[in-house]
């Protein structure tokens, strides 16, 4: 092969037998979700009012419920469910440009809030095995421990909470 008669064999790499690969800051998908969006533990995270903002509302409260609080992969999933729930009836009912999203932390328990501008209240209704819509405050209604609305000057918050084993 031209121009590689001078090359010789590899040689073998030196052993680094306590080298083990950390990934850095900017590698943690929390902290990347945060950069884009903002926490929503420490101030109000705005979101347009589409229902492509309910993907982003369900990786915030993953990355805060899962990898920032350290909470079960079980509370994740149901947490991620009713935000998810809460976003859709944001956007779906309101007509708001956008809404707001907030998470807390006491002990023993987390919160999520959804705040919208429209002082509509949503109404839990009866449902039916084969309905195909209307189960979100149903859902909201079983996977939570409370929930509610709080009605604001102007608007309304939307939360729920749930109980979480402190580690």
């Not at 902290?31 to 915030?60: H, I, M, Q």
């Not at 932390?105 to 039916?128: A, F, K, T, Y």
């Amino acid at each position: 092969m031209a121009g590689l008669e001078e090359m010789g064999q590899p040689q073998p790499r030196a052993a680094t037998a306590g080298a083990r690969w950390t990934p850095a800051v900017d590698e943690d998908p929390a902290a990347k979700v945060f950069e884009l969006y903002g926490d929503p533990t420490a101030r109000e995270v705005r979101l347009s009012s589409r229902p492509e903002s309910a993907a982003c509302a369900r990786r915030l409260t993953q990355c805060v419920v899962l990898r920032k609080w350290g909470m079960s992969p079980q509370l994740s999933e149901y947490a991620v469910l009713l935000v998810s729930e809460l976003v859709g009836n944001a956007v779906r009912h309101t007509g708001a440009r956008s809404f707001g999203l907030r998470m807390h932390r006491r002990r023993g328990w987390i919160r999520i809030e959804v705040c919208d501008p429209s002082r509509g209240l949503p109404c839990l209704m009866p449902v039916q095995e084969l309905d195909i819509s209307g189960r979100g405050l149903f859902l909201v209604d079983k996977l939570s421990d409370r929930w509610g609305v709080d009605l604001l000057p102007r608007g309304k918050t939307t939360w729920f909470e749930m109980r979480a084993a402190d580690r």
